[in-house]
């Protein structure tokens, strides 16, 4: 089977994708990277000479779009990745989408419809439906050991305000100081949604206001978002997401008619989400706890050896003799978007993420938002699956971002919307300016 030739938009998340090509070059190989800033093509044009590839750097899109490849990943800016996508698709390219998909409802219709017409693959890089343990509980969900879905939480808490100047550079226009707390969802909604199957049907948001530390980040949204989110068996799950809370926490909980699974949280132990507490109380359990650290290949279930296994597995892993897949970030989950993407491209059996699915994600936060500038009333999900449905939505242009919004530019806080001072973007930026020396 040939290669797969892939371009990557984005030199700076998207290295762990280069590193993914670079470990697995009888599948894929990576041929072209664009990025607009000198100093991240430098970095990157360092890792392929030490990787010996002969992949070329390009400044400009229309360049790159240019250049001859099967796919392109776009790690790009999270606000920026449908029209990109849509570009690539009506080139006849795969597309490999990071966080998020859309920042619109229109871009959501287009970015659908692009999909559809080129016949290509789309996969949406919700890394974080691949942890260890959401994988698990995925396994579990399928094989009916946790019954039917009746209530589930997502948690993305994670306190930015350490790394904000190296992520915005003090710039008081970019897209994370003017995003609303509601936008980046799909990290606590998105591993919910995948586990189940299940599409969200009906949501209410729910703002934590703007606090101290999001001011002085720069941070227009409020400090976090909450959805409180129906499924469409009636099921109900609670989406918790922010940038400005204290502490960090991602934790994925399940609640079927069988039983019960849990991730370990993030800060506990270590071990994080590589973990799993299930409660079944079927005959096989008894009724009584397993905890243990699946690994990567699955196999049974909550079974005894496995969960021993597991274990071994993953004090292998403290010990520094790590399945290269682990190596990657976010607990190893980096490593599977991008197998995934590459097994879909090559018609082998792949565990993705599909536009439709990606929307339904991107649509809890999106959805929540207009909920919350209306009081936290439900908000009825549309189902893009449904060409008819579309057309509602079709000139939609709602979002905090002002050069795609429109006259349908929504304010960044349901809550508060006073000015920051300019001299909070300039100690920002001078932090950043700082860190380059």
Not at 269 to 297: H, I
Not at 338 to 363: S, T
Not at 373 to 398: C, H, Q
Request: proline share 5%; hydrophobic share 35%.
């Amino acid at each position: 089977m040939k290669k797969i030739k892939i371009g990557v938009l984005g030199g700076f998340r998207g290295k762990t994708m280069v590193d993914w090509c670079l470990q697995n070059k009888e599948s894929a190989e990576v041929t072209a990277i664009c990025d607009c800033s000198e100093a991240v093509r430098a970095s990157v044009q360092k890792t392929l000479n030490e990787k010996s590839s002969d992949a070329k750097l390009y400044e400009n899109f229309e360049d790159f779009l240019a250049h001859d490849m099967d796919a392109v990943v776009l790690a790009n800016y999270a606000n920026e990745h449908a029209p990109f996508a849509i570009r690539c698709l009506e080139r006849g390219l795969h597309v490999f989408s990071e966080v998020l998909p859309v920042q619109t409802p229109a871009e959501a219709v287009a970015l659908a419809e692009a999909v559809e017409k080129s016949g290509k693959i789309y996969v949406y890089g919700e890394n974080y439906c691949y942890f260890p343990a959401t994988l698990e509980m995925k396994r579990l969900y399928e094989k009916g050991v946790l019954g039917n879905f009746e209530y589930g939480e997502g948690e993305y808490v994670h306190n930015c305000e350490p790394i904000w100047p190296g992520i915005t550079y003090g710039d008081p226009e970019h897209w994370r100081n003017t995003m609303s707390a509601f936008f980046y969802c799909t990290h606590s909604a998105g591993p919910i949604i995948h586990i189940t199957g299940l599409r969200p049907v009906k949501v209410s948001g729910f703002e934590i206001p703007p606090d101290a530390r999001s001011r002085s980040m720069g941070a227009r949204g409020g400090a976090g978002g909450v959805e409180m989110v129906t499924l469409e068996n009636g099921g109900v799950m609670k989406s918790l997401h922010a940038s400005a809370l204290a502490k960090n926490s991602i934790w994925y909980s399940i609640y079927g008619t069988k039983g019960r699974a849990e991730s370990q949280r993030e800060c506990v132990f270590g071990q994080s989400t590589a973990k799993v507490y299930l409660m079944n109380d079927t005959e096989e359990r008894g009724g009584e706890w397993a905890q243990y650290c699946p690994s990567f290949d699955g196999g049974e279930p909550y079974s005894g050896e496995f969960g021993v296994e597991g274990e071994k597995f993953f004090k292998a892993i403290q010990r520094g003799e790590s399945d290269p897949r682990f190596s990657f970030g976010h607990q190893g989950s980096d490593y599977f978007t991008m197998d995934n993407f590459v097994r879909a491209i090559q018609g082998k059996p792949a565990n993705i993420v599909d536009v439709y699915e990606a929307l339904d994600m991107a649509f809890v936060g999106m959805f929540g938002y207009f909920s919350a500038l209306a009081g936290g009333a439900p908000m009825e999900i549309p189902d893009f699956r449904d060409k008819t449905v579309r057309e509602k939505y079709r000139n939609d242009t709602r979002c905090c971002d002002k050069k795609v919004a429109g006259d349908m530019l929504l304010p960044s806080s349901s809550i508060n919307n006073d000015e920051i001072p300019p001299e909070v973007y300039r100690t920002i930026r001078k932090k950043y300016l700082d860190s380059l020396k």
